[in-house]
């Protein structure tokens, strides 16, 4: 990816979504935040994942977004910390004991041959119909899959059979930088 998020960048936005979900559970209001830094006023896609003893808790984003990437790294933590059909709300207690990830994302591109992603650089997106899934890049890493069954985890994410990938769905791919915090 080019034009990469600096570590300070980074940081920023970490703690950012922390105190995003904090001000939220504590008082119901999206936490206002505003900064001159160009690469956080860009446009574009992001997810913010919430685990517990390395356990998902929450993760949600957004796959492009018009808005600033700081409001839509503020909008995706509270959603992944409130909105996750998943998972009931989370906890100003478990919010203590959680990690947070940012994955932001690059703009998707439709792909024509399975044979271009690249497990582990690339995260998925497939759409059949009304149904869409995506799988952020880490995921194939952190489950150990190969490509074939990448596709078809992202299939059933979207709704779709295991094999939907080979019977006319659009595959997208993308890349992400992916960062979280240290505890």
């Not at 997810?47 to 409001?71: A, D, M, Q, W």
């Amino acid at each position: 990816m080019e034009d990469q998020l600096t570590k300070e960048e980074q940081k920023i936005l970490l703690k950012l979504a922390r105190e995003a979900i904090e001000e939220f559970l504590k008082n119901g209001k999206r936490k206002k935040f505003e900064t001159k830094k160009p690469r956080l006023n860009r446009s574009g896609g992001a997810f913010v994942t919430i685990k517990i003893n390395h356990h998902l808790r929450g993760c949600i984003g957004y796959i492009t977004s018009p808005r600033p990437l700081y409001e839509t790294i503020i909008d995706a933590a509270i959603s992944a910390a409130v909105n996750d059909p998943r998972f009931p709300p989370l906890t100003l207690a478990e919010l203590e004991q959680a990690k947070l990830e940012i994955s932001v994302l690059t703009p998707p591109q439709r792909i024509e041959d399975i044979n271009e992603i690249e497990v582990g650089k690339h995260g998925l997106i497939i759409t059949k119909g009304l149904n869409k899934g995506l799988l952020l890049p880490q995921v194939a890493i952190e489950e150990g899959w190969d490509r074939d069954t990448f596709l078809q985890y992202t299939c059933l994410k979207a709704g779709l059979p295991p094999d939907a990938w080979k019977q006319g769905a659009t595959i997208e791919v993308f890349s992400a930088q992916v960062f979280g915090e240290e505890k």
